[in-house]
């Protein structure tokens, strides 16, 4: 893997150095020199992030009144870099209370050399987690009198949380009761041509959990994914009937997901950070169950009138409902006047973005509701030129329904103390980028 940095630099918007560090050889103590010279002085800091000077490339953020430039002479892993700056500035204001600034930087100038130690090795990122450094780095920050007070309490066993394999979790939780909360939330990005047919569509989706374990659980996820539900069959040698099956695309997992066994076995097993975290995102292309089709009809009589007619029908189950539904149907600049007729809802015309604006509060599925508008526009003596029709776009929420047809199997948890566990599994899909050419 390429290195992330050579030197890092922290800068004032003059261009003083304000703290600096070199994790390797290669590059000279003068460079940023060069920085300010090439970078700060020709005005172009804003035009782009990454900048090679002569045999060296140069990426720097600007965080505050602070300048944080990192400098490399080989290839380097640029998106490692940047991610080690944001969750740098992330470290730093959890030891100095939420402020990261120059003044913060001159009042902990040794608090912060002795985190650069620790946070890059000859170049390479290590761990920027604060609940970790916490618990063996304890000196305190000089905080800004407008910071919050720290709340995180010392936890015991820093070796073991340091070196072994669960940095993400300490040791010691305990839980009167002992709940799990599984969110997956789903967003839909449709295009649709005036006749209805899909020109694109894809699903982009993230489980979301909320863990109140107490110990050190372990956790395994089955999902109804197509590779997971072929590997499962394979290892019982016979063949797994649990109905759809659906393809997984760009999958990332969290850092606690043991890839090891993924790799394997196919399954997502875990031991989760306690509290709140995303574990895993995916987007999917194939099998898109659309939750409403949207079929309008504009029609241009003459140069001062307008029919629109738009029919919605919401596709998911009789039983189910979707929340805040948005319809916006573009008209052009010279509306004047316009008339509705809804079957639900309210419908309304907005001048500050040339739309009618249908709203449905709740949403029925199987259901077929109708807007129906009169638009007068104002007569111009100049040429008229052809209205490029915008193409119409939807808002909505749907509980308890996912586009892509995913579904939780089974969400197993084992802890050595055999206590029981309450699983809680919610399923969400809103609108992304939903629009309906007309």
């Known amino acids: 893997m390429p290195v992330a940095a050579s030197a890092i630099y922290f ?125 063996y780095i304890t000196q305190e920050g000089v905080r800004s009198p407008f910071s919050s007070k720290p709340t995180d309490k010392p936890v015991p066993n820093a070796t073991l949380q340091v070196t072994g394999a669960v940095g993400w979790r300490r040791e010691g939780l305990n839980y009167k009761k002992n709940e799990v909360f599984l969110d997956i939330v789903e967003s839909v990005n449709l295009l649709m041509s005036s006749k209805g047919s899909v020109l694109r569509c894809d699903v982009t989706g993230k489980i979301l959990m909320k863990c109140f374990l107490s110990g050190m659980p372990d956790l395994k996820l089955g999902l109804n994914d197509k590779i997971g539900l072929e590997k499962e069959s394979q290892l019982k040698s016979r063949p797994t009937k649990s109905g759809k099956t659906i393809e997984l695309d760009d999958v990332t997992f969290h850092q606690c997901v043991n890839l090891t066994r993924f790799n394997s076995e196919k399954t997502v097993s875990f031991v989760p950070p306690d509290g709140e975290f995303e574990l895993m995102k995916y987007r999917i292309t194939e099998g898109v169950n659309l939750p409403f089709r949207v079929l309008p009809t504009i029609k241009e009589l003459g140069r001062t009138r307008m029919e629109v007619n738009v029919k919605v029908k919401s596709v998911f189950g009789a039983k189910m409902f979707a929340l805040g539904v948005v319809i916006k149907i573009p008209v052009p600049k010279q509306t004047a006047k316009t008339s509705f007729q809804v079957t639900s809802g309210r419908a309304k015309y907005n001048a500050a973005i040339d739309c009618l604006v249908w709203k449905i509060r709740k949403f029925p599925g199987q259901t077929e509701p109708t807007m129906s508008a009169e638009v007068e526009l104002i007569s111009t003596m100049t040429e008229k030129k052809s209205w490029t029709r915008p193409p119409i776009q939807m808002e909505f929420q749907v509980p308890m329904f996912t586009a892509s047809g995913l579904r939780v199997r089974f969400l197993k948890v084992w802890e050595k103390s055999g206590y029981n566990t309450v699983e809680w599994v919610r399923y969400i899909t809103k609108a992304g980028s939903y629009e309906i050419r007309c």
């Open 11 to 135: 800068l004032n918007l003059r261009g003083d150095v304000l703290i600096n560090r070199l994790y390797r050889d290669d590059v000279g103590g003068n460079m940023v020199d060069a920085f300010r010279t090439h970078i700060m002085q020709t005005k172009e800091l804003g035009t782009c992030p990454v900048r090679q000077i002569g045999g060296c490339s140069f990426f720097y953020m600007r965080i505050s009144n602070v300048y944080i430039v990192i400098v490399v002479s080989s290839n380097a892993n640029v998106a490692c870099a940047f991610k080690f700056v944001v969750e740098a500035v992330a470290l730093f204001k959890s030891y100095f209370g939420g402020a990261f600034d120059e003044d913060a930087i001159r009042n902990n100038f040794v608090l912060i050399y002795e985190l650069l130690d620790e946070i890059m090795d000859f170049g390479y990122p290590q761990n920027l987690s604060p609940e970790i450094l916490k618990l």
